[in-house]
């Protein structure tokens, strides 16, 4: 890449974030181009911005970070996301790799560990702390054998808690900024809700969402 590598860090605590920006400026080939610290604003500077690299941090407020991903990269084509986070959840960790990150990090990392995952993401390649890739092994080794079929499962065990509460609001007829208003989080994070709900039921309008909850609870 003959410019610098533009960077945006989206994560919560401001001071760790600005923290994380300042050492990132005093790299070679870094630049680091803005911030967010939820998932609207995340989601408005990377398609503004257009960054090379996303550091993300999996708990942002009324959404989490791997939640986001597929988002940002769609936002901010071309776009790698690695995850910065305190997460050891190895669920979340294959999640996010499912998804399309380009790496998963613990915020314990060494500045040395960060920047070579940076630069191994921008080259296509993955990088995970090794605090978490004995877990990674692990549950590739527990995933059930996918030879035999696997029965038809319920579509609505894709969702999450989060997301069956926003589904139920949606059956119920209230808009994105009543859902906002009854479950305390922003409007914004509703509509990013609403859209993984669409996506992972495979349905194309909220309408066919109400109807198939309907229909399950028959």
Excluded: C, W
Excluded at 116 to 141: C, D, H, W, Y
Excluded at 185 to 199: F, G, S
């Amino acid at each position: 890449m003959s410019h610098p590598a533009r960077v945006l860090v989206i994560d919560d605590h401001t001071l760790f974030r600005r923290g994380l920006m300042a050492l990132l400026a005093t790299q070679d080939g870094l630049q680091v181009v803005g911030e967010a610290g939820d998932a609207g604003e995340a989601l408005r500077r990377a398609a503004e911005l257009r960054p090379d690299i996303i550091l993300l941090d999996h708990h942002l407020p009324g959404v989490n970070g791997v939640d986001l991903i597929e988002s940002l990269i769609a936002a901010a084509p071309g776009v790698r996301v690695l995850m910065l986070t305190v997460s050891e959840e190895s669920e979340t960790l294959t999640q996010a790799l499912r998804l399309g990150a380009h790496g998963y990090l613990l915020k314990t990392v060494d500045s040395d560990m960060l920047v070579t995952a940076i630069e191994r993401a921008l080259q296509g390649q993955s990088t995970v702390s090794p605090e978490m890739t004995g877990k990674l092994v692990n549950a590739f080794r527990s995933q059930p054998d996918t030879a035999a079929p696997a029965p038809e499962a319920d579509p609505l065990t894709l969702l999450s808690p989060r997301e069956r509460e926003i589904l139920q609001e949606i059956a119920a007829g209230a808009s994105n900024k009543e859902i906002a208003r009854t479950l305390a989080i922003a409007e914004t994070t509703v509509k990013i809700h609403v859209q993984h709900i669409l996506r992972k039921l495979n349905l194309t309008s909220r309408v066919q969402a109400a109807v198939l909850l309907s229909a399950r609870a028959k």
